[in-house]
């Protein structure tokens, strides 16, 4: 297991966002999150990525537990300075890219492996290039993100994650923000790093990519899992009626 | 007196306002990002205090706390205060610009958005990293255009020095044309004063450019 959440709870306040989520990642299984607005995905991979601490549960990267459960089912987090050991498993791709706007492409890619992995420059460079290159972006190294368009900054965004050779790649609906004729790129470097086996999770609202390329889909609804299968089995036979409605709606 | 004897005289004072200038940007560009960040410290009272300094500060005229800065220790400690006129003006206005840019840095800094500090954070930087690496070279772009007002504010307002008898070039032009009864002090202060201010300005404009490789 690359990754195992057990019984996530967070609230905001009053509000409970995730109750009792339950779910794991096996390497090189890609996983669609699906579910309507507000129904928690986003603070999951929050969670996940620890830009939100949990009130409840545990989170278990390769078998290492960066918070676990004490006897009341508080979670209880690692010390701040063993934290950032889990940082490096993870990358996290976000809706609205996030580029650093003064950095260059390459140091976009590059000054993390660098500073924060103390990776040789050279090293890192060669890395960077060759993620560009794969993203069909070589050519654009030496531009600013300001200069590309939403789908190629999405391009840099994901080389830019995987720069730090992550274990597993969180991404939150990547293609959101982006103009429809421009998603279909974005979408294809993932189906990419699906077919290379890479260990991904996706909260998306395209649901024929989902179907596609993931080989689980979980569906949540008001902060719990409804239901979650093989994409055939949820997308053309639901058995919960949350699901069946919630995917009605996205038909028409 | 000619011309050029009052130009040679005017000319001690006009380094004297360069000075002023230069030393409290030194002081005070710098101190402004340390209240600006106290500002947002994690303790209530650090919080409040840097607030109560900012409004005084913001609050009252330069003018006063120059002179409240000067005769302070002999009002309140009786102290000796033959050689402090300098300190006290270069710490007043040090610790008056800070407050100003430390509003401007604040601003400044709340203007980057979230989403770059969670990417940093994702990415694994420390919070030290985050800030000098990816914030404060973003801060230092979008608040330009404020400092350069303020810089230029800070040209006119070395005459202020006047107030505690400090030679610069603003009290020796008004000592100068009351003596020798002429106008002309006053027309060369005011050119130093604009060709300052040009010179202020155009270097200000070579770093904006210079930060317009990106938006
Ligand atoms: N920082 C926060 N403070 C308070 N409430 C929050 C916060 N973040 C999220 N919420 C609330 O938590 C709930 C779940 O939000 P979340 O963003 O996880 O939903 P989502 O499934 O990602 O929705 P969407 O499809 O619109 O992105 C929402 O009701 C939201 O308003
Ligand atoms: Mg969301």
């Known amino acids: 297991m690359i990754l195992e959440m057990n019984h996530i709870e967070k609230h905001f306040g009053d509000l409970e966002v995730l109750k009792d989520i339950s779910f794991g990642v096996d390497s090189g299984e890609v996983v669609s999150i699906i579910g309507p607005s507000g129904s928690g995905k986003s603070t999951l991979l929050r969670c996940a990525t620890f830009l939100e601490t949990i009130d409840g549960g545990e989170i278990i990267y390769m078998g ?8 009341q089912g508080q979670a209880v987090y690692v010390s701040h300075q063993e934290l ?75 080389a830019r994650a995987l720069a730090m050779k992550p274990q597993i790649l969180f991404f939150d609906e990547p293609t959101s923000a982006l103009d429809p004729e421009l998603t279909g790129e974005v979408l294809n470097v993932i189906r990419q790093l699906a ?34 299968g093989d994409p055939a089995e949820v997308f053309d036979h639901p058995k919960e009626d949350r699901t069946k409605q919630f995917l009605r709606v996205f038909e028409r | 007196m000619t011309l050029s004897t009052m130009l040679h005289t005017m000319s001690a004072g ?4 360069c000075g002023i200038f230069i030393l409290t940007l030194i002081g005070s560009l710098p101190l402004g990002m340390i209240v600006a960040l106290l500002r947002k410290s994690r303790f209530a009272l650090v919080r409040g205090i840097v607030r109560v300094y900012i409004s005084i500060i913001r609050g009252t005229p330069l003018m006063l706390q120059l002179l409240v800065w000067y005769f302070g220790p002999f009002y309140l400690f009786n102290w000796n205060i033959g050689s402090w006129r300098f300190p006290a003006l270069i710490i007043g206005f040090v610790v008056n610009y800070a407050a100003y ?11 980057i958005p979230v989403g770059q500090h969670e990417a940093a954070e994702v990415l694994g930087f420390t919070k030290t990293q985050t800030f000098m690496r990816i914030i404060l070279p973003q801060v230092i772009k979008t608040i330009l255009p404020s400092v350069t007002n303020e810089v230029i504010t800070l040209v006119k307002d070395t005459s202020l020095a006047f107030t505690l008898a400090y030679q610069e070039v603003f009290s020796l032009s ?3 044309s009351a003596s020798q009864s002429s106008f002309m002090p006053f027309l060369i202060a005011g050119i130093f004063y604009f060709i300052a201010n040009y010179v202020v300005a155009f270097i200000m404009e070579r770093i904006e450019k210079a930060m317009n490789y990106y938006k």
């Open chain 1, 84 to 158: 950032r050991r889990f940082r490096s498993y993870y990358g996290l791709v976000f809706q609205q890219f996030n580029l650093f706007p003064h950095y260059s492409v390459l140091k976009n890619l590059t000054d993390a492996p660098i500073h924060v992995q103390h990776r040789d420059r050279s090293e890192a460079e060669e890395t960077a290039m060759e993620l560009l290159g794969k993203m069909g972006l070589a050519d654009r190294a030496d531009a600013y993100p300001y200069q590309l368009s939403g789908g190629q900054q999405q391009r840099v965004a994901i």
């Open chain 2, 174 to 176: 008004k000592q100068i």
């Open chain 2, 14 to 17: 006009m380094l004297r306002t």
């Open chain 1, 64 to 71: 290492d537990k960066a918070a676990h459960m004490n006897d």
């Open chain 1, 195 to 228: 077919e290379e086996k890479m260990t991904m999770v996706v909260v998306t609202h395209e649901m024929s990519f989902a179907k596609a390329v993931s080989n689980r889909v979980i569906f949540m609804d008001g902060g719990l899992i409804v239901e979650q």
């Open chain 2, 101 to 111: 840019f430390a509003e401007i840095y604040r601003g400044g800094i709340e203007s």
